[in-house]
Nanobody, 121 residues
C-alpha cells in the first residue's frame, strides 16, 4: 500500500493550494482518511479527517472555514483544499488512511510521506 502526497509548495498569504493523496495497492473506498501537519519541534496535529462515507467530518479550529477535505473514490485519491492560507499554516502535511475516523495519528493504518507547504507573509 502506498500513499503519495503531493501539491505542496510556496504560496503567499491569502493564496490557495490543493493537496492530493493518491492511494495505490488498496481501494480507498472503505477507509477513513485524515490530513495531519507537523512543524519542526512541535507535535503532529490532525487538521481534517473524514469517515469512509457520511458527513461527520472533523476540522481543527485553526483551519475550519478555510480548508476542505474531500475524496474521489474512483480516482483513489483524497484531497485537501486549502484557501486563505496563513503563514502559520507552514508545515509538512501528511495523509493517512484508517479503519475509522480519529484524530490520533497512531490509530491510522497506512501513511503517506509528507509534502511541504510554505506560506510567506
Amino acid at each position: 500500500v502506498q500513499l503519495q502526497a503531493s501539491g505542496g509548495g510556496l504560496v503567499q498569504a491569502g493564496g490557495s493550494l490543493r493537496l492530493s493523496c493518491a492511494v495505490s495497492g488498496v481501494s480507498l473506498e472503505p477507509y477513513a482518511a485524515g490530513w495531519f501537519r507537523q512543524v519542526p519541534g512541535k507535535e503532529r496535529e490532525a487538521i481534517s479527517c473524514m469517515p469512509y462515507r457520511g458527513e461527520n467530518i472533523y476540522y481543527s479550529h485553526s483551519v475550519k472555514g478555510r480548508f476542505t477535505i474531500f475524496r474521489d473514490n474512483a480516482k483513489n485519491t483524497v484531497y485537501l483544499q486549502m484557501n486563505n492560507l496563513k503563514p502559520e499554516d507552514t508545515a509538512v502535511y501528511y495523509c493517512a488512511l484508517g479503519d475509522y475516523l480519529t484524530t490520533i495519528w497512531d490509530e491510522y493504518r497506512h501513511y503517506g510521506q509528507g509534502t511541504l507547504v510554505t506560506v510567506s507573509s
